[in-house]
């Protein structure tokens, strides 16, 4: 499959970031990203060199890692930090990274500032025949702060395959749940981040066939501390 060219995935990862932040407190920051291997330089806080290139060798790279720079990179975007890492049923493994936003201009507009807190979610050894990468948007939710919720519908030839949703949620949550139609639910404990990216992050996999998604947090008592609607259906992707 053909990489994309910097500007193309530049434009597409930004204008989604920037109007979904313009929009509702619950719109996604969702920019899929089609398949195309970034270019990275990787340092390893605390590990060798040879674990961090065995690592990168099986498309794993530890909790704390730092991506710094690459080809797809914007200028003034900040260095990706492995927070999460964990394996889909259907695309496989994954890594979740947090980053601060880079500027995007075009045509001497300003679609992106930089410095605003950010997530990506990788797929590090997705099968062949998957057609995203990843996806990634602006971190901060006015209306749940804390609390982010993210998606990545992944695709195989014949349509979707998968939904990953991901995001933050308050030091006080516990576990958090994904709710849909005819009874869905799922639940998931979210996981600290390293040192270097403090919180508390999570990712969720769901059928393609999910409907009317709803994601909350719980704390230790099983209050619910914040609801999140997923935006995806199966209807429209």
Do not use: C
């Given at each position: ?21 313009a929009a509702a ?130 695709s195989g030839p ?46 969720i996999a769901a ?31």
């Amino acid at each position: 499959m053909q990489d994309h060219r910097y500007s193309e995935l530049a434009i597409v990862n930004a204008l989604g970031r920037e109007f979904a932040r313009a929009a509702a407190p619950r719109r996604s920051g969702l920019a899929p990203w089609r398949r195309g291997r970034r270019s990275l330089v990787v340092a390893v806080a605390g590990l060798t060199l040879s674990v961090a290139a065995a690592g990168a060798a099986t498309g794993f790279l530890p909790v704390g890692s730092v991506i710094s720079d690459g080809e797809h990179f914007l200028p003034e975007e900040g260095d990706h930090v492995v927070v999460v890492t964990g394996e889909a049923p259907v695309s496989g493994p994954w890594q979740l990274e947090a980053y601060t936003s880079g500027r995007l201009t075009v045509n001497g507009k300003e679609y992106q500032a930089p410095g605003h807190p950010s997530l990506d979610l990788r797929l590090t050894d997705p099968p062949e025949d998957l057609i995203e990468q990843g996806a990634g948007g602006g971190n901060v939710f006015p209306g749940t702060p804390g609390f982010s919720r993210h998606e990545l519908p992944v695709s195989g030839p014949d349509g979707p395959v998968e939904l990953l949703i991901y995001g933050s949620v308050p030091e006080s949550a516990e576990s958090v749940r994904l709710t849909g139609a005819g009874g869905f639910e799922r639940r998931v404990e979210p996981q600290q981040g390293p040192p270097s990216s403090p919180g508390k992050y999570w990712v969720i996999a769901a059928p393609a066939s999910l409907d009317g998604g709803r994601v909350s947090w719980l704390d230790s008592d099983g209050q619910v501390g914040g609801t999140l609607d997923v935006l995806y259906s199966p209807s429209r992707g």
